[in-house]
């Protein structure tokens, strides 16, 4: 191998080195920069998921929250027919920007045997709430899930319905 060659390499490793180094320390003066945004962002979140929490608590049926470091989780469960227990829940991911941190909310269906037909009414939508994050967007948000959450209640249960008259 030429010496050339081998120069040409150390070079170019050198140089994705810096690279990486210059944007990991610009990410970090980022992250710096918007700590407390990330805090009040999170307990804001948090503390709407909490009423949802306190008004949607059935029998044996609670709401779960998890708190991550930059993500909010809230599984709301429902059951239908006494059988079937479902697990929808929405999520809320904090995302860094140049302007501040942006919120992405998703939603998510597990459980039960009717997931397909879950999904078709959850979707699988990612919104991203950009910054500066408000409250009124967070209950936004949380609004269209629980009324999805309703529709797929209602939905669900004529469905049992119907299927038991069948027979």
């Known amino acids: 191998m030429s010496e050339n060659w081998k120069k040409e390499l150390r070079k170019i490793k050198k140089m994705t080195k810096k690279k990486v180094l210059e944007i990991r320390k610009r990410e970090e003066l980022l992250r710096d920069k918007y700590k407390e945004d990330a805090k009040r962002i999170m307990d804001l979140i948090y503390s709407q998921l909490k009423v949802v929490e306190e008004i949607f608590k059935e029998k044996g ?10 993500s909010i989780e809230m599984c709301c469960p429902f059951v239908v027919y006494g059988e079937l227990r479902f697990l929808p829940s929405i999520s809320f991911h904090l995302l860094l920007t140049n302007e501040g941190y942006n919120v992405m909310v998703s939603y998510l269906m597990g459980g039960g045997g009717a997931v397909k037909l879950l999904r078709s009414i959850f979707g699988y939508e990612k919104i991203v709430i950009p910054s500066p994050v408000r409250i009124e967007d967070i209950q936004k948000e949380i609004k269209a899930f629980l009324q999805k959450r309703s529709q797929a209640i209602v939905h ?12």
């Open 61 to 70: 049926l609670l709401p779960k929250i998890r708190r991550y470091e930059n």
């Open 156 to 167: 669900m249960d004529a469905l049992y319905k119907t299927s038991e008259r069948r027979f």
